[in-house]
């Protein structure tokens, strides 16, 4: 079992930066595959990044190329979100998401995750 926090989240002009992070429980934190996703008022749960327990391998939706990073510290089993010039569009609540398995680009699908956190809440305004 891995349970996930998020933390970080707030209030931030356009432009502004934030970084959220994902303390995982468990030490098979090493070998899963970590996924960030936002869900604003009225939409569907979007994909934002992935990154591979290695870092080998990362993903990010065309919205958020050049403007978030995604990484990990499987020493402190904690994956985070760099998130820089933002815009109020990335306004949503960012959940992380694990999995045991790498999918490679079918990652993008919140479907297929077995854990998720509970969300941190974003506001981008203009």
């Known amino acids: 079992q891995v349970q996930l926090v998020e933390s970080g989240g707030g209030a931030v002009q356009a432009g502004g930066s934030l970084r959220l992070s994902c303390a995982a429980s468990?030490?098979?934190?090493?070998?899963?595959?970590m996924g960030w996703f936002h869900q604003a008022p009225g939409k569907y749960r979007e994909f934002v990044a992935v990154?591979?327990?290695?870092?080998?391998?990362?993903y990010y939706a065309d919205s958020v190329k050049g403007r978030f990073i995604i990484s990990r510290d499987n020493a402190k089993t904690t994956a985070y979100l760099q998130m820089s010039s933002l815009k109020p569009e990335d306004t949503a609540i960012y959940y992380c998401a694990a999995d045991a398995r790498w999918r490679g680009t079918a990652a993008r699908i919140s479907g297929g995750y077995a854990y998720w956190g509970q969300g941190t809440q974003v506001t981008v305004s203009s």
């Open positions: 468990g030490r098979t934190f090493i070998s899963y595959t």
């Open positions: 990154q591979t327990w290695s870092g080998s391998d990362t």
